[in-house]
């Protein structure tokens, strides 16, 4: 009988594990995804490093340490960059896919590694001598780096691409440079699948694009929504909310694009600040309404005042998107406008219906606005306070009195008197035509 020491199994056990490759790997929490994509001549070439532990269902070879064997590893890489990125990565020409592209070069690299900060650097790289096999290499540290060939028709062509690299993390940020010939290196960075980038855009793929995102964010954003419930409850009528939903357009347009270019404070209090008001604008509306007396002057002035507050909040939700915009900045921004017009025009169009057969059919008019509203108040008043207490951690520290911070009072000052003449101008022609509209009736002669 042979007997075995715990030590010889262990030992047995331990170079058994050792010299077995890893079938699978769990799915990494993080990763960040650098890539460039570059037109030229009638090729285009993207080079993209990533987590070497992105790529699962790869039998990790390992020597009698532990530590990676690169030379073995090294064949099984090309498939391995196939099978996780350019099966899921698209990129157009002029609209029409791409053929599916050529594996160029590979290299494994050390976390420490910082040729992919700049397009020269990491090509260099990537194509040069491998890492050598006497390398303590970790499965899980190293970088992946892949230089794949695209062929094209033209590098002058329009270009777009669909990144969906968010498969190969549960969460997947990328950086994505785009380096057309002889123009600005154009640079992006987002968070998960971000669906078709234009990588140089146009005017109306910019504008295209930012309607669509100004549609989703007005169907998306509650709190916009329940502003404009409290805006339509007493006035379920097209005609009568035409100023009041208009009012409420050039409020926020205002500051959004003042926002965007420069404007607004760049403090870590100020966006908290605006949520608090946004929830206090609808808390404002909702009482309003309860207590009755509304008219559409005093509504369109409201819808004004609290629109400015809105655009602010407009524009930090849209501060990550303004990178796709390319060189459209002002065409961007407007189109993200009209989208933002389109999407409440729907809500009005679903809403006004809804509201007018619930107060006919279901509850009466007062009691069904009271109702309605102090559900709202409620929501808003629980939003306030939420919000109120993230702003108390911000610090308030008045600002310095520099040249920067004066050209920029004189900016709002210039951008409040033009608001304050429009605003005038606007409530005089709303009230001589409403006066016209009483008197005439008045002034008709009567028939005998």
């Known amino acids: 009988m042979v007997h075995l020491s715990v030590e010889s199994i262990a030992t047995a056990v331990l170079a058994l594990l050792l010299a077995a490759p890893a079938a699978a790997h769990d799915i990494p929490v993080d990763a960040t995804v650098q890539a460039f994509v570059k037109p030229a001549g009638n090729r285009l070439h993207l080079l993209v490093r990533v987590p070497l532990e992105t790529m699962r269902d790869v039998d990790v070879p390992v020597d009698s340490r532990g530590f990676l064997d690169l030379d073995r590893l090294a064949p099984m890489m090309p498939d391995a960059a196939t099978l996780w990125i350019s099966n899921f990565v698209r990129i157009y020409e002029d609209d029409e896919p791409l053929p599916r592209p050529r594996v160029v070069a590979t290299q494994i690299s050390l976390p420490s590694d910082k040729s992919f900060a700049s397009y020269e650097q990491a090509v260099a790289h990537v194509t040069g001598p491998r890492l050598a096999n006497d390398v303590d290499a970790v499965w899980n540290q190293m970088m992946f780096d892949v230089l794949f060939d695209y062929p094209i028709h033209s590098d002058r062509s329009e270009f777009s691409m669909d990144p969906a690299v968010d498969n190969l993390a549960a969460r997947v940020n990328t950086v994505l440079r785009f380096l057309p010939p002889g123009g600005a290196v154009r640079a992006y960075e987002f968070s998960g699948d971000p669906g078709l980038v234009h990588l140089d855009p146009s005017w109306y793929q910019a504008a295209l694009s930012f309607i669509h995102m100004g549609f989703d964010h007005i169907l998306d954003g509650t709190d916009h929504l329940l502003f404009l419930l409290c805006l339509v409850i007493p006035f379920r009528r097209f005609r009568a909310l035409i100023p009041v939903v208009t009012a409420f357009t050039i409020a926020h347009s205002i500051t959004l694009i003042a926002s965007v270019y420069g404007l607004a404070p760049d403090v870590a209090w100020f966006p908290p600040l605006i949520e608090t008001l946004i929830?206090?604008?609808?808390?404002?509306?909702?009482?309003?309404?309860?207590?009755?007396?509304?008219t559409v002057h005093r509504r369109w002035m409201m819808a004004f005042g609290f629109g400015l507050v809105h655009g602010f909040g407009f524009s930090f939700a849209l501060r990550q998107s303004l990178q796709f915009a390319g060189a459209h900045m002002l065409a961007s921004l407007l189109s993200f406008n009209v989208g933002v017009e389109l999407g409440q025009l729907l809500v009005l169009l679903l809403m006004i219906p809804v509201l007018n057969f619930l107060f006919r059919r279901v509850v009466e008019e007062r009691m069904g606005t009271i109702i309605l509203s102090a559900l709202v108040a409620h929501?808003?008043?629980?939003?306030?306070?939420?919000?109120?207490?993230?702003?108390?951690?911000?610090?308030?520290?008045?600002?310095?009195?520099?040249?920067?911070?004066?050209?920029?009072?004189?900016?709002?000052?210039?951008?409040?008197?033009?608001?304050?003449?429009?605003a005038w101008l606007i409530d005089g022609m709303l009230r001589r035509r409403a006066k016209k509209a009483v008197t005439l009736p008045e002034s008709r002669p009567s028939s005998l």
């Open 279 to 294: 929830a206090i604008s609808i808390l404002y509306m909702a009482l309003e309404n309860i207590v009755g007396g509304s």
């Open 379 to 422: 929501t808003a008043w629980h939003w306030m306070l939420d919000r109120a207490d993230a702003m108390r951690r911000f610090p308030f520290h008045w600002p310095e009195l520099s040249s920067s911070f004066i050209a920029s009072m004189l900016g709002w000052a210039m951008i409040v008197v033009a608001v304050g003449g429009a």
